[in-house]
Protein backbone atom coordinates (compact mmCIF):
# COMPACT_ATOMS: atom_id res chain seq x y z
CA UNK A 1 0.00 0.00 0.00
CA UNK A 2 1.29 3.30 -0.76
CA UNK A 3 1.95 6.66 2.16
CA UNK A 4 -0.68 8.47 0.07
CA UNK A 5 -3.30 5.18 0.53
CA UNK A 6 -2.13 4.18 3.92
CA UNK A 7 -3.18 7.82 5.14
CA UNK A 8 -6.58 6.88 3.58
CA UNK A 9 -7.07 3.93 5.53
CA UNK A 10 -5.88 4.83 8.74
CA UNK A 11 -7.87 8.07 8.12
CA UNK A 12 -10.95 5.81 8.21
CA UNK A 13 -10.05 4.68 11.69
CA UNK A 14 -9.58 8.20 13.09
CA UNK A 15 -13.48 8.96 11.34
CA UNK A 16 -12.26 10.51 8.69
CA UNK A 17 -14.66 10.15 5.77
CA UNK A 18 -14.39 9.29 1.95
CA UNK A 19 -14.98 12.65 0.91
CA UNK A 20 -12.46 14.38 2.95
CA UNK A 21 -9.71 16.24 0.58
CA UNK A 22 -6.50 15.17 1.30
CA UNK A 23 -3.42 17.48 1.45
CA UNK A 24 0.57 16.82 2.65
CA UNK A 25 1.86 19.22 5.25
CA UNK A 26 5.57 19.85 4.52
CA UNK A 27 7.82 20.90 6.72
CA UNK A 28 9.04 18.43 9.39
CA UNK A 29 12.24 16.16 8.79
CA UNK A 30 10.63 12.92 10.54
CA UNK A 31 7.21 12.20 10.60
CA UNK A 32 4.91 12.09 7.21
CA UNK A 33 1.32 14.74 8.15
CA UNK A 34 -1.74 15.18 5.75
CA UNK A 35 -4.14 17.25 6.38
CA UNK A 36 -7.97 16.23 5.83
CA UNK A 37 -10.74 18.75 5.54
CA UNK A 38 -14.30 17.91 4.46
CA UNK A 39 -17.40 20.17 5.45
CA UNK A 40 -17.65 19.58 9.07
CA UNK A 41 -13.73 18.67 9.71
CA UNK A 42 -10.66 19.70 9.09
CA UNK A 43 -7.73 16.61 10.79
CA UNK A 44 -4.29 16.45 10.73
CA UNK A 45 -3.07 12.50 10.84
CA UNK A 46 0.40 11.68 11.60
CA UNK A 47 2.56 8.47 11.19
CA UNK A 48 5.46 8.76 13.67
CA UNK A 49 8.45 7.47 12.07
CA UNK A 50 9.83 3.92 13.22
CA UNK A 51 13.21 4.12 11.54
CA UNK A 52 14.15 7.32 13.74
CA UNK A 53 12.41 6.55 17.02
CA UNK A 54 13.10 3.11 18.00
CA UNK A 55 9.34 2.42 20.02
CA UNK A 56 7.36 4.85 18.08
CA UNK A 57 5.05 4.44 20.89
CA UNK A 58 7.32 6.28 23.82
CA UNK A 59 6.84 9.82 21.78
CA UNK A 60 3.27 9.15 21.68
CA UNK A 61 3.32 8.34 25.43
CA UNK A 62 5.53 11.24 25.90
CA UNK A 63 3.18 13.73 24.13
CA UNK A 64 0.14 12.55 25.62
CA UNK A 65 0.95 12.65 28.90
CA UNK A 66 2.54 16.29 28.40
CA UNK A 67 -0.29 17.68 26.93
CA UNK A 68 -2.79 16.62 29.50
CA UNK A 69 -0.22 17.80 32.38
CA UNK A 70 -0.31 21.50 30.01
CA UNK A 71 -4.06 21.13 29.25
CA UNK A 72 -4.86 21.15 32.99
CA UNK A 73 -2.54 24.47 33.34
CA UNK A 74 -4.61 26.40 30.85
CA UNK A 75 -1.69 25.99 28.44
CA UNK A 76 -3.33 26.27 24.96
CA UNK A 77 -2.72 23.17 23.31
CA UNK A 78 -3.87 20.67 20.28
CA UNK A 79 -6.77 19.10 20.67
CA UNK A 80 -5.99 15.03 20.33
CA UNK A 81 -8.35 13.55 18.05
CA UNK A 82 -9.11 9.81 19.58
CA UNK A 83 -9.60 6.62 16.98
CA UNK A 84 -12.97 5.07 16.69
CA UNK A 85 -12.48 3.08 19.44
CA UNK A 86 -11.03 5.44 21.67
CA UNK A 87 -7.77 4.95 21.45
CA UNK A 88 -4.97 8.47 21.63
CA UNK A 89 -3.09 6.53 18.86
CA UNK A 90 -2.61 3.10 16.87
CA UNK A 91 0.49 1.26 17.04
CA UNK A 92 0.70 -0.39 13.46
CA UNK A 93 3.59 -2.04 11.40
CA UNK A 94 4.69 1.29 9.71
CA UNK A 95 4.83 3.22 12.90
CA UNK A 96 2.13 5.20 15.16
CA UNK A 97 -0.06 6.94 14.20
CA UNK A 98 -2.47 9.60 15.71
CA UNK A 99 -4.56 12.85 14.66
CA UNK A 100 -5.44 15.87 16.26
CA UNK A 101 -7.79 18.67 15.19
CA UNK A 102 -5.99 21.14 12.28
CA UNK A 103 -5.34 24.80 13.46
CA UNK A 104 -7.23 26.61 10.53
CA UNK A 105 -7.00 29.95 12.62
CA UNK A 106 -3.33 29.88 13.55
CA UNK A 107 0.03 29.82 11.50
CA UNK A 108 3.56 28.43 12.13
CA UNK A 109 5.84 31.37 13.41
CA UNK A 110 8.62 30.43 10.93
CA UNK A 111 6.06 32.53 8.47
CA UNK A 112 6.13 35.94 10.06
CA UNK A 113 9.92 36.45 11.47
CA UNK A 114 8.46 39.90 13.02
CA UNK A 115 6.64 37.89 15.47
CA UNK A 116 9.39 35.45 16.94
CA UNK A 117 9.06 36.97 20.25
CA UNK A 118 5.31 36.08 20.21
CA UNK A 119 6.88 32.84 19.41
CA UNK A 120 9.04 33.04 22.21
CA UNK A 121 6.85 34.34 24.96
CA UNK A 122 4.63 30.99 24.22
CA UNK A 123 7.75 28.55 24.62
CA UNK A 124 8.91 30.24 27.96
CA UNK A 125 5.52 30.22 29.39
CA UNK A 126 5.10 25.96 28.29
CA UNK A 127 8.75 25.16 29.81
CA UNK A 128 7.51 27.49 33.11
CA UNK A 129 4.10 24.97 33.43
CA UNK A 130 6.60 22.33 32.85
CA UNK A 131 8.48 23.11 35.74
CA UNK A 132 6.35 20.41 37.90
CA UNK A 133 5.82 17.89 35.33
CA UNK A 134 7.46 14.56 36.82
CA UNK A 135 10.13 13.73 34.98
CA UNK A 136 10.17 10.20 35.88
CA UNK A 137 7.00 9.55 33.92
CA UNK A 138 8.60 10.66 30.75
CA UNK A 139 10.53 7.08 28.79
CA UNK A 140 13.51 8.29 26.32
CA UNK A 141 12.36 8.39 23.38
CA UNK A 142 15.61 9.15 21.34
CA UNK A 143 18.87 7.52 22.79
CA UNK A 144 21.36 10.42 22.44
CA UNK A 145 19.24 12.83 21.34
CA UNK A 146 20.48 16.66 22.58
CA UNK A 147 23.65 15.02 23.88
CA UNK A 148 26.27 16.98 22.39
CA UNK A 149 29.20 14.12 23.03
CA UNK A 150 27.12 11.56 21.42
CA UNK A 151 26.70 13.54 18.33
CA UNK A 152 30.11 14.72 18.25
CA UNK A 153 31.37 11.35 18.43
CA UNK A 154 29.33 10.10 15.79
CA UNK A 155 30.67 12.96 13.49
CA UNK A 156 34.15 12.52 14.43
CA UNK A 157 33.79 8.82 13.76
CA UNK A 158 33.59 9.45 10.24
CA UNK A 159 37.51 10.05 8.80
CA UNK A 160 36.11 11.37 5.03
CA UNK A 161 34.01 13.96 6.93
CA UNK A 162 37.06 17.09 6.97
CA UNK A 163 36.84 16.61 2.73
CA UNK A 164 33.32 16.20 2.42
CA UNK A 165 32.94 19.55 4.27
CA UNK A 166 35.92 21.88 2.40
CA UNK A 167 38.60 23.72 4.14
CA UNK A 168 36.51 26.60 5.23
CA UNK A 169 33.48 25.07 7.01
CA UNK A 170 36.42 22.15 8.21
CA UNK A 171 38.21 25.29 10.04
CA UNK A 172 34.57 26.54 10.74
CA UNK A 173 33.95 23.40 12.62
CA UNK A 174 37.51 22.96 14.87
CA UNK A 175 36.71 27.09 15.58
CA UNK A 176 33.46 26.17 17.49
CA UNK A 177 34.77 22.95 18.53
CA UNK A 178 37.72 24.83 20.15
CA UNK A 179 35.63 28.07 21.39
CA UNK A 180 32.82 26.03 22.89
CA UNK A 181 34.24 23.89 25.07
CA UNK A 182 33.26 20.24 25.95
CA UNK A 183 30.16 21.02 28.03
CA UNK A 184 28.06 24.71 26.02
CA UNK A 185 24.56 23.43 27.04
CA UNK A 186 25.16 22.27 30.66
CA UNK A 187 22.79 23.85 33.28
CA UNK A 188 20.11 22.46 36.16
CA UNK A 189 17.92 19.39 34.58
CA UNK A 190 14.30 20.26 33.77
CA UNK A 191 11.80 19.07 31.56
CA UNK A 192 11.76 20.77 28.06
CA UNK A 193 10.24 20.35 25.19
CA UNK A 194 13.25 19.34 22.86
CA UNK A 195 12.26 20.99 19.64
CA UNK A 196 11.77 24.45 20.11
CA UNK A 197 12.17 25.62 15.80
CA UNK A 198 9.89 28.51 14.95
CA UNK A 199 7.85 26.14 13.32
CA UNK A 200 6.43 24.53 16.31
CA UNK A 201 5.13 27.24 17.91
CA UNK A 202 1.61 28.24 15.73
CA UNK A 203 0.92 32.26 15.82
CA UNK A 204 -3.03 33.43 15.80
CA UNK A 205 -4.32 34.31 12.51
CA UNK A 206 -6.76 36.51 13.81
CA UNK A 207 -7.61 38.54 17.34
CA UNK A 208 -8.66 36.56 20.37
CA UNK A 209 -6.71 33.62 20.06
CA UNK A 210 -3.69 32.34 21.80
CA UNK A 211 -0.21 31.15 20.34
CA UNK A 212 -0.08 27.16 20.49
CA UNK A 213 3.28 24.79 20.98
CA UNK A 214 2.99 21.77 19.47
CA UNK A 215 5.34 18.92 18.74
CA UNK A 216 6.25 17.42 21.82
CA UNK A 217 7.48 14.33 20.79
CA UNK A 218 11.25 14.98 21.91
CA UNK A 219 9.99 16.19 25.29
CA UNK A 220 13.31 15.16 27.38
CA UNK A 221 14.87 15.88 30.66
CA UNK A 222 17.74 18.49 29.35
CA UNK A 223 18.68 22.07 30.42
CA UNK A 224 17.08 25.60 29.83
CA UNK A 225 20.14 25.91 27.22
CA UNK A 226 19.05 22.88 24.68
CA UNK A 227 15.31 24.78 24.56
CA UNK A 228 16.80 28.58 24.17
CA UNK A 229 19.52 27.57 22.32
CA UNK A 230 17.57 25.95 19.68
CA UNK A 231 14.73 28.60 19.28
CA UNK A 232 17.15 31.44 18.48
CA UNK A 233 19.14 29.17 15.84
CA UNK A 234 15.73 28.52 14.78
CA UNK A 235 15.15 32.61 14.43
CA UNK A 236 17.93 33.02 12.94
CA UNK A 237 17.75 30.43 10.37
CA UNK A 238 14.32 29.07 10.16
CA UNK A 239 14.56 27.69 6.54
CA UNK A 240 18.44 25.63 7.26
CA UNK A 241 19.71 27.92 4.24
CA UNK A 242 22.65 30.02 4.27
CA UNK A 243 21.36 33.53 4.89
CA UNK A 244 22.36 37.00 4.31
CA UNK A 245 21.56 39.13 7.03
CA UNK A 246 23.99 41.94 8.82
CA UNK A 247 25.27 41.06 12.22
CA UNK A 248 23.62 43.86 13.69
CA UNK A 249 20.21 43.23 12.67
CA UNK A 250 20.59 39.75 13.45
CA UNK A 251 21.30 40.71 16.75
CA UNK A 252 18.53 42.76 17.18
CA UNK A 253 15.95 39.87 16.49
CA UNK A 254 17.85 37.74 18.63
CA UNK A 255 18.08 39.69 21.31
CA UNK A 256 14.35 40.44 21.13
CA UNK A 257 13.07 37.10 20.59
CA UNK A 258 15.41 35.65 23.17
CA UNK A 259 14.27 38.52 26.17
CA UNK A 260 10.88 37.61 25.14
CA UNK A 261 11.30 33.47 25.40
CA UNK A 262 12.95 34.49 28.95
CA UNK A 263 9.98 36.78 30.65
CA UNK A 264 7.94 34.11 31.50
CA UNK A 265 10.57 32.26 33.26
CA UNK A 266 11.53 35.02 35.54
CA UNK A 267 14.57 34.95 37.66
CA UNK A 268 15.59 31.35 36.59
CA UNK A 269 16.30 32.59 33.19
CA UNK A 270 18.64 35.88 34.53
CA UNK A 271 20.50 33.29 36.87
CA UNK A 272 21.59 31.40 33.67
CA UNK A 273 22.44 34.17 31.21
CA UNK A 274 25.99 33.67 31.49
CA UNK A 275 25.62 30.05 29.85
CA UNK A 276 22.83 30.97 27.62
CA UNK A 277 24.94 33.10 25.11
CA UNK A 278 26.56 30.73 23.36
CA UNK A 279 23.43 28.01 23.47
CA UNK A 280 22.16 29.29 19.80
CA UNK A 281 25.66 28.41 18.84
CA UNK A 282 26.17 25.20 20.19
CA UNK A 283 22.58 23.67 19.34
CA UNK A 284 23.55 25.06 15.94
CA UNK A 285 26.59 23.25 15.85
CA UNK A 286 25.13 19.89 17.05
CA UNK A 287 21.75 20.18 14.37
CA UNK A 288 25.28 20.64 12.01
CA UNK A 289 26.85 17.51 12.90
CA UNK A 290 24.18 15.50 12.96
CA UNK A 291 22.88 16.66 9.28
CA UNK A 292 26.61 15.96 8.23
CA UNK A 293 26.75 12.76 9.77
CA UNK A 294 23.32 11.75 8.06
CA UNK A 295 24.65 12.88 5.00
CA UNK A 296 27.96 11.06 5.49
CA UNK A 297 25.67 8.19 6.26
CA UNK A 298 23.30 7.99 3.15
CA UNK A 299 20.59 10.11 4.87
CA UNK A 300 18.80 7.36 6.79
CA UNK A 301 17.37 9.99 9.67
CA UNK A 302 16.43 13.34 7.91
CA UNK A 303 14.22 13.00 5.04
CA UNK A 304 15.58 14.28 1.60
CA UNK A 305 14.26 14.91 -1.66
CA UNK A 306 17.43 14.48 -3.51
CA UNK A 307 21.26 13.45 -2.79
CA UNK A 308 22.65 16.66 -0.88
CA UNK A 309 20.28 17.91 0.89
CA UNK A 310 21.62 17.43 4.39
CA UNK A 311 25.60 18.38 2.98
CA UNK A 312 23.77 21.18 2.58
CA UNK A 313 21.70 21.85 5.37
CA UNK A 314 24.64 20.50 7.38
CA UNK A 315 27.09 23.53 6.09
CA UNK A 316 24.17 26.60 5.93
CA UNK A 317 23.88 25.13 10.14
CA UNK A 318 27.48 25.28 10.43
CA UNK A 319 28.23 28.52 9.03
CA UNK A 320 25.26 30.14 11.26
CA UNK A 321 27.12 28.20 14.25
CA UNK A 322 29.69 30.21 13.57
CA UNK A 323 27.97 33.68 13.11
CA UNK A 324 26.31 32.67 16.37
CA UNK A 325 29.41 32.18 18.12
CA UNK A 326 30.93 35.54 16.99
CA UNK A 327 27.60 37.10 18.38
CA UNK A 328 27.38 35.41 21.58
CA UNK A 329 29.04 37.98 23.98
CA UNK A 330 27.06 41.00 22.30
CA UNK A 331 23.71 38.50 22.87
CA UNK A 332 24.80 37.86 26.65
CA UNK A 333 25.34 41.59 26.93
CA UNK A 334 22.30 42.18 25.23
CA UNK A 335 20.07 40.26 27.16
CA UNK A 336 21.33 41.16 30.67
CA UNK A 337 20.20 44.83 29.75
CA UNK A 338 17.44 45.48 32.60
C1 LIG B 1 13.83 17.44 13.34
O1 LIG B 1 11.14 16.48 12.24
P1 LIG B 1 11.24 17.82 12.83
O2 LIG B 1 11.43 18.81 11.76
O3 LIG B 1 10.13 18.13 13.79
C2 LIG B 1 14.63 16.98 14.54
C3 LIG B 1 15.05 18.15 15.42
C4 LIG B 1 15.77 19.20 14.58
C5 LIG B 1 14.86 19.63 13.44
C6 LIG B 1 15.57 20.62 12.53
C7 LIG B 1 13.36 13.92 16.34
O4 LIG B 1 12.57 17.88 13.76
O5 LIG B 1 15.93 17.70 16.41
O6 LIG B 1 16.13 20.31 15.36
O7 LIG B 1 14.51 18.48 12.64
N1 LIG B 1 13.83 16.04 15.30
C8 LIG B 1 14.30 14.82 15.65
O8 LIG B 1 14.66 21.16 11.64
O9 LIG B 1 15.44 14.47 15.39
MG1 LIG C 1 9.99 17.70 15.84
Known amino acids: MSLKERFRFLG ?25 RWPEGDVLLQRVNPAVFPDPEIPCRNSALVLAHLAGKGIPTPQTLPALGGATWLREEDGCWRAFEFLADHGGAEKTLARAPEAGRALGAMLA ?5 PA ?32 EAWAQHRELEAALGPAPLAGQPRVIHGDTKLANVLLPLMPGLEPVVVDFDTVLLGTLAMDFGDFLRSVASPKEQREVEEQGALLARLSAAGAAFLEPLGPVGEACLPALAPAPAAMSWMLAQRFLTDHLEGDRYFAVTARGDNLQRGLATLALAHRLLQLAPALGKALARP
Open 12 to 36: RRFGIPERAKWSVLPGGHINATRRA
Open 129 to 133: ALEDF
Open 136 to 167: SQLAPALPGYHALDHHRAHFAAHREAEQALGP
